[in-house]
């Protein structure tokens, strides 16, 4: 069972730089996002997806762009990295409904310089 | 402004002992609320989780307890294990228009190290 599947693990970037973080479920779950994890902060939502073609913003969008083109896949842009979008990044599915539990990947730490 | 809040970044307990972690809302509107279990370099996963139209859940060790007039809810772990040590997170969601979607906020953690 791969579950939901992210790459890379590691990444680093220069300031200006683009890139895509890649985020894969296989449990043809509706329902995908984005958190961010920084240190006293907890998790914070990126943006979501409730299902293909359907996405929406979460409380730190800004810097970040999504699209779902196919259920399985939710990929994160970065169109121009700022160091302050260092972080551990975690992709997220479920079934969509309201009491769903959310299983992540295991995340994708980036460090821009 | 922080909806969801766990205001004990670490705690420290003895193998055997009572695990109690904390967690604090603001927004009444939130009815469903879980809590999340996080090891080192892996992926947060899901524990336990109560419905607002409960106050209690038990599964197994674990026991989540809401007192929504308080807007606070509590995870118990009995006893307390080394394996337990991680860090946990409690989350909240509301529900939405048609049930859709499952928007979860998160609180920023709670480092349990259970000492053998």
């Known amino acids: 069972n791969a579950g939901v599947t992210q790459t890379p693990k590691f990444q680093v970037l220069k300031t200006g730089q683009s890139m895509t973080l890649q985020c894969a479920q296989d449990?043809?779950?509706?329902?995908m996002s984005w958190y961010r994890q920084d240190p006293g902060m907890g998790l914070r939502l990126i943006h979501y997806?409730?299902?293909?073609?359907?996405?929406d913003q979460g409380e730190v969008p800004n810097g970040y762009n999504v699209s779902r083109s196919t259920t399985e896949d939710f990929p994160l842009r970065l169109l121009s990295a700022a160091p302050s979008q260092t972080s551990v990044y975690f992709c997220?599915?479920?079934?969509?409904?309201?009491?769903?539990?959310?299983?992540f990947g295991n995340g994708t730490r980036l460090t821009v310089t | 402004d922080q909806q969801v809040k766990q205001n004990s970044p670490s705690l420290s307990v003895q193998e055997g002992r009572i695990s109690i972690l904390n967690c604090d809302y603001t927004?009444?509107?939130?009815?469903?609320f879980l809590w999340y279990k996080k090891y080192p370099a892996e992926g947060p996963t899901f524990l336990i989780s109560?419905?607002?139209?409960?106050d209690k859940n038990e599964d197994g060790r674990f026991t989540v307890f809401l007192n929504k007039s308080a807007k606070h809810l509590s995870l118990h772990i009995v006893p307390s294990q080394p394996g337990d040590s991680a860090v946990y997170f409690c989350?909240?969601?509301?529900?939405?228009?048609?049930?859709?979607?499952?928007?979860?906020?998160f609180g920023t953690g709670t480092l349990l190290a259970v000492q053998p």
């Open positions: 989350a909240a969601s509301e529900e939405l228009k048609g049930g859709a979607t499952n928007k979860l906020i």
């Open positions: 449990m043809n779950h509706e329902y």
């Open positions: 997806s409730v299902g293909a073609g359907i996405t």
């Open positions: 927004n009444s509107m939130f009815d469903y």
């Open positions: 109560i419905s607002s139209i409960k």
């Open positions: 997220a599915s479920s079934r969509g409904q309201h009491n769903s539990p959310l299983h």
